[in-house]
């Protein structure tokens, strides 16, 4: 949890480290489509010896207390001989058969199921349902759960694990393992990482120009939504009017995990490059200083996907920035509106296919756009915002001006996943209880930005004393709180825009 909010792809500037994950991640791909299963060093044979050797046997229920540990050369062999393994078909092999073999013993389950119905149907006293209440819940824990928990309590066995499941995560997302048994390993090993990685366990750390150099080379290798381009910039992103936090982990020291970005002015920034561009000032007035904008949050490492962390970094940030700074009244975001242009490319589609039920510019705004394209259809307005040639055209950008911030703001306001908000960054900010506050035109004019959301970024405003009850309402009825602005927005799309 981005841009502002979740966003997971680092890109690296200075060396080699960010360059070596992601070829890591792309042979991990390649390899497990196109090598056959066996291949490498890792035999079937191999794999299964391993694991039952590793997997600790989930004892008898009346004897799980005093079951012996099994001894940690196991749990560390499993760990060597995963890492020996090549990026391909032996890991995918090794995580499929762990997943599949070494799961809940469903037998178990329904044995259990049934004495827990029976005690219900009885009647029997609380005590006899409890227990078999507690025998059934004993049995559904998978028998790899006690490897993972073994593992985790290795000198190196978090980072192990948050590696493990950074496999697990692009395995599934390219569909090299794939599988309801992989799924729910997945989730097990989620939630036993949430656990493990709570705020008791997290550190805040200040990022400046005088920290290590090797967290300065993470930092700016994991900055996910406005690149770093060289030392100088890097140097401006922790010099005055800037801060930069991260969450490390008590067992993972000094390895920033996830990064937030702040800059700190007098009003709230509509425009990306207004803060990242050279600040003219070698020391802060405070005096200035009375808004904190929240630019940039990166996860750092894939396996912590899904794990809440974005959300009490803010929290911590804010806090800090309290007490360093108390003259601060306004907390609010910059942030990007990854798949914008998407969506409305994808829109501009369907329109193309039913003319007379798509609707999203008026009839003196389609005039005019058709005049500066020379085509009637949509079909070279798609294909100059896919390229991004309409920013160079001086009148379609001042005739698109009206229409998308509408459009936008619809997709923000309205397009839902689940009753919730569809774009992602949207939806992490809403449930931390913000305010969709005002949407800025040319808000980021790189061509990424360009690219993913037409220029346009959003600020979410956070009002402190009323983030509880916004975010309640948020996750309890599906309300978004936005400004007036927001709303004259989706008022005029209503009134001029269908879909």
């Known amino acids: 949890m981005s841009r502002l909010g979740p966003c997971m792809s680092p890109r690296p500037f200075l060396g080699s480290w960010a360059v070596s994950r992601r070829l890591r991640r792309v042979s991990l791909a390649a390899g497990l489509r196109q090598s056959p299963v066996g291949s490498g060093t890792a035999s079937v044979a191999n794999i299964e010896e391993l694991l039952s050797r590793s997997v600790p046997p989930l004892p008898p ?71 078999a209440e507690d025998r059934l819940r004993y049995y559904l824990s998978p028998q790899y759960r006690g490897l993972f928990q073994h593992l985790g309590r290795l000198e190196g066995g978090l980072r192990f694990l948050v590696e493990l499941r950074g496999d697990l995560v692009e395995g599934l997302a390219t569909k090299a393992v794939d599988g309801p048994h992989v799924k729910e390993m997945n989730g097990v090993l989620k939630n036993m990482l949430s656990e493990w990685f709570s705020t008791g366990f997290l550190n805040l750390e200040r990022v400046t120009w005088q920290s290590p150099c090797e967290v300065l080379q993470k930092i700016s290798d994991s900055e996910a939504v406005h690149p770093v381009r060289n030392w100088l910039d890097m140097k401006r992103r922790v010099g005055p009017y800037r801060r930069c936090y991260f969450f490390s982990h008590c067992a993972i020291p000094g390895e920033p995990l996830i990064v937030l970005h702040v800059a700190l002015t007098s009003d709230i920034s509509s425009s990306i490059q207004d803060i990242v561009k050279e600040v003219p000032f070698e020391t802060e007035e405070a005096d200035k200083i009375t808004t904190a904008i929240f630019y940039s949050i990166s996860l750092t490492q894939q396996g912590l996907q899904g794990v809440e962390l974005g959300t009490y970094l803010i929290k911590r940030v804010v806090k800090e920035l309290q007490k360093e700074l108390p003259q601060i009244k306004a907390f609010s975001t910059l942030s990007p509106i990854p798949g914008f242009t998407k969506w409305l490319v994808g829109v501009l589609s369907s329109q193309t296919k039913e003319v007379e039920r798509n609707k999203l510019f008026t009839e003196s705004e389609w005039q005019e756009i058709s005049e500066i394209t020379g085509d009637s259809s949509t079909e070279t307005l798609k294909k100059l915002l896919n390229n991004n040639e309409w920013v160079r055209s001086e009148k379609l950008v001042k005739v698109l001006h009206s229409p998308f911030m509408r459009l936008c703001a619809w997709y923000l306001y309205g397009e839902k996943h689940r009753g919730y908000a569809l774009n992602p960054v949207a939806n992490f900010h809403l449930q931390n209880g913000s305010v969709m506050w005002r949407i800025n035109w040319m808000g980021d004019t790189s061509p990424r930005g360009i690219g993913a959301s037409c220029g346009l970024m959003v600020n979410y405003r956070y009002f402190l004393e009323d983030t509880a009850s916004n975010s309640a309402a948020y996750l309890g009825t599906q309300q978004i709180q936005a400004s007036e602005q927001v709303l004259s927005l989706v008022s005029q799309f209503q009134q001029n825009s269908k879909l």
């Open 61 to 131: 229920y009346e004897t799980r207390e005093k079951a012996p540990r099994p001894a940690e050369l196991r749990s560390a062999e499993f760990m060597r001989y995963y890492r020996s393994l090549e990026a391909g078909p032996p890991r995918a092999e090794l995580l499929t058969r762990l997943a599949r073999d070494f799961g809940v013993d469903h037998g178990r389950v329904a044995e259990f199921s049934a004495k827990v119905l029976q005690a219900r149907e009885q009647q029997r006293e609380l005590g006899a349902l409890l227990q």
